[in-house]
């Protein structure tokens, strides 16, 4: 069978489950590339379960390119809280504002321009592009990696720089110029419910026959990944300065995660240390001064993509929080 044949097998394999089995969601009810666009970002980093609330919840706050450019950055990550990544929303948020000032308020139709705009890759500009344009431009996210592996047995690590441009060829050879945007799906949905990361479904599934991994009995091993590097640990130790009525909050400035957030005042250390030594620290004076009253103290561990954040919470009441510069 030659690669023309086995080619057309896959794409009518997987459109023909899609028709039977593909999940109902909002945004495929549409072909707004404006709503195409806040799904995908959403969906960067969460589950569908997950992220539909927020989706929905953006999209009531926000209808169109021009209301969510004329909003307050603030009430945008507020809709975002939860998600992480809040750069992401901070990109959402100028983006929007670049194309009702660039593009009159139009969402740009083309990969190339969408490409342009920041916070735009090039999965989530084929996306667009496909499921809005019907525009002959594959997707390959995290489902169509493991499909493809899986189905030609490759081996290649998949976020190298070898992997990444052997499977966007592979990617675009399959894909079906003629309905881009149902294949598109049909491949995503595929690598979700199908062809799942373990236990998949490979007894009953219409690719069996034509997938190596499967033929060689090893579809669990694939795709392969690069090594992923050690997380950094780092330990934050948070003063909650409360006195009669308020609680102190700092803007977050610093050029790393959760840039612009609030939070308590904070001091980061190299590794843990006493609290009756980060109490004497000279900038902890200044703040709370050597009187004031510390209460029980709460720790917590969150494990970010490349980074553990250790972090104390120590409730300390205070005179007067309106005394306190937070300089």
């Known amino acids: 069978m030659n690669s023309y044949s086995t080619n057309s097998i896959l794409r009518k394999g997987l459109i023909d489950w899609y028709k039977e089995y593909k999940r109902d969601l909002p945004w495929r ?17 969460t589950r569908i379960d997950q992220g539909l609330s927020y989706y929905e919840r953006f999209i009531s706050d926000f209808p169109d390119v021009a209301s969510l450019a004329a909003a307050p950055l603030e009430k945008v990550l507020k809709d975002w809280q939860g998600l992480g990544y809040y750069s992401r929303a ?3 948020h100028e983006t929007a504002k670049r194309i009702v000032s660039d593009f009159g308020g139009q969402f740009p139709d083309n990969y190339e321009q969408l490409l342009k705009l920041k916070g735009i890759g090039t999965y989530t500009a084929a996306a667009i592009a496909s499921f809005a344009y019907k525009q002959p431009h594959a997707v390959l996210d995290g489902n169509v990696f493991r499909v ?5 047995l490759i081996d290649t690590p998949i976020y190298s720089t070898k992997g990444k441009k052997e499977f966007a060829a592979l990617a675009e050879t399959l894909l079906d110029p003629d309905q881009p945007d149902t294949y598109n799906q049909a491949i995503m949905d595929f690598g979700a419910l199908q062809c799942t990361p373990s236990n998949p479904g490979c007894e009953n599934c219409p690719l069996s026959a034509l997938c190596l991994a499967y033929k060689a009995g090893c579809t669990t091993d694939l795709p392969v990944r690069k090594i992923t590097l050690p997380k950094q640990d780092r330990y934050f130790y948070y003063l909650v300065c409360h006195d009669s009525q308020q609680t102190w909050l700092k803007e977050r400035t610093a050029k790393d995660i959760w840039q612009h957030l609030w939070e308590f005042p904070l001091v980061e250390t190299e590794q843990e240390i006493a609290i009756d030594e980060l109490l004497g620290k000279a900038e902890v004076v200044d703040w709370i001064g050597q009187s004031s009253t510390v209460h029980t103290i709460a720790r917590f561990r969150h494990v970010l993509s490349h980074q553990i954040i250790h972090a104390t919470f ?7 929080i309106t005394g306190l510069s937070g300089d």
């Open 29 to 45: 009810h549409t072909i707004n590339p404006y709503q195409i666009w806040i799904s995908e970002i959403i969906l960067q980093q």
């Open 314 to 320: 120590i409730p300390v009441s205070v005179t007067n």
């Open 90 to 92: 901070r990109n959402l």
């Open 148 to 152: 493809l592996s899986r189905l030609f």
